[in-house]
């Protein structure tokens, strides 16, 4: 069966005229103008990179063409594809597909019969709190058990490195079930391999216990931190990223004047996790 792991890196794309107008035109027209509304250039750059990155996978490994691919919204926010008519029928099971993007990266992960999620957090010191003032905050979305390993991880920045390892995990499990914000976070408590994130491969050691079982069916892939992408994740070129696309609509000059007077956010190292 199928996998996908797709990486690109946004943070630093400086789009010209002519690409950032290419990307506009080949998605839905809805999705150009809720980018279009982005204050910072960082957000409209991660999520035209997203929109891509979906695109491109409905086409490539789904067999859609472009022109005929409609991505819609859950109530959630989360994509799904609408109305896959063409759909080979030699395709094999379903597949199942999500993204992330924050940092310096998007991100996809699918799978062919299997349920998917993927997370990635920047890790950052916390703008208006210090790092205990932050744990104290977030208290209730972790176990005692998994506070212990958090706080024990050694100086700050690595509490906080642990602290969003932790995280990306739960999200990324939460966006595989497709479960919202109403999910309690407690109810799934994650150990992880002593083995550090150094190692130049993914790490499937982690383990998740659910209500206080642990579960067997899941497979956890935190990648080495050490390598920018993640080695499990191939990173795509811009060229790469549309060498399936086919425009949508007319070019809209408009749409670069409006991208420039965007506003500059800084960006910062990246930790993601993909549960499966």
């Known amino acids: 069966m199928g996998s996908v792991r797709w990486a690109f890196?946004?943070?630093?794309?400086?789009?010209?005229?002519s690409d950032w107008l290419?990307?506009?035109?080949?998605?839905?027209?809805e999705e150009k103008d809720r980018i279009g509304q982005f204050v910072f250039t960082k957000d409209a750059k991660s999520a035209m990179a997203g929109r891509l990155l979906l695109r491109r996978f409905v086409c490539e490994k789904m067999g859609i063409p472009w022109s005929e691919i409609r991505l819609e919204r859950s109530p959630r926010g989360k994509p799904y594809l609408a109305a896959p008519?063409?759909?080979?029928?030699?395709?094999?099971?379903?597949?199942?597909?999500?993204?992330?993007?924050?940092?310096?990266?998007a991100v996809l992960a699918a799978e062919q019969g299997m349920q998917v999620g993927v997370d990635i957090m920047k890790t950052t010191m916390p703008g208006s709190s210090s790092v205990p003032e932050?744990?104290?905050?977030?208290?209730?979305?972790?176990t005692a058990y998994e506070w212990s390993i958090i706080q024990s991880a050694g100086s700050e920045h690595q509490q906080l490195a642990a602290f969003y390892r932790?995280?990306?995990?739960?999200?990324?499990?939460?966006?595989?079930?497709?479960t919202g914000l109403g999910f309690n976070l407690q109810r799934v408590e994650f150990h992880l391999p002593t083995e550090p994130l150094t190692q130049p491969r993914a790490l499937r050691q982690t383990k998740m216990h659910l209500d206080e079982e642990q579960e067997e069916d899941w497979i956890f892939e935190p990648p080495p931190s050490s390598l920018p992408p993640p080695s499990t994740f191939t990173l795509l070129s811009f060229s790469e990223l549309v060498?399936?696309?086919?425009?949508?609509?007319?070019?809209?000059s408009a749409y670069w004047e409006s991208f420039k007077m965007k506003a500059?956010?800084?960006?910062?190292?990246?930790?993601?996790?993909?549960?499966?």
């Not at 890196?9 to 005229?17: A, D, I, L």
């Not at 080979?88 to 924050?102: E, K, M, T, V, Y």
């Not at 932050?134 to 972790?142: A, V």
Request: proline residues 6%.
């Open 243 to 252: 060498a399936s696309a086919s425009p949508l609509t007319e070019e809209d």
């Open 85 to 105: 008519l063409k759909v080979s029928s030699d395709s094999g099971p379903a597949w199942s597909f999500n993204l992330s993007h924050q940092g310096d990266y």
């Open 166 to 178: 932790h995280w990306a995990l739960k999200e990324s499990f939460i966006k595989a079930i497709g």
């Open 264 to 276: 500059e956010a800084p960006s910062r190292q990246s930790d993601a996790d993909t549960s499966t």
């Open 134 to 142: 932050f744990f104290r905050i977030m208290t209730r979305q972790f």
């Open 22 to 29: 290419l990307a506009a035109r080949c998605i839905q027209p």
């Open 9 to 17: 890196r946004c943070g630093s794309w400086t789009p010209s005229r």
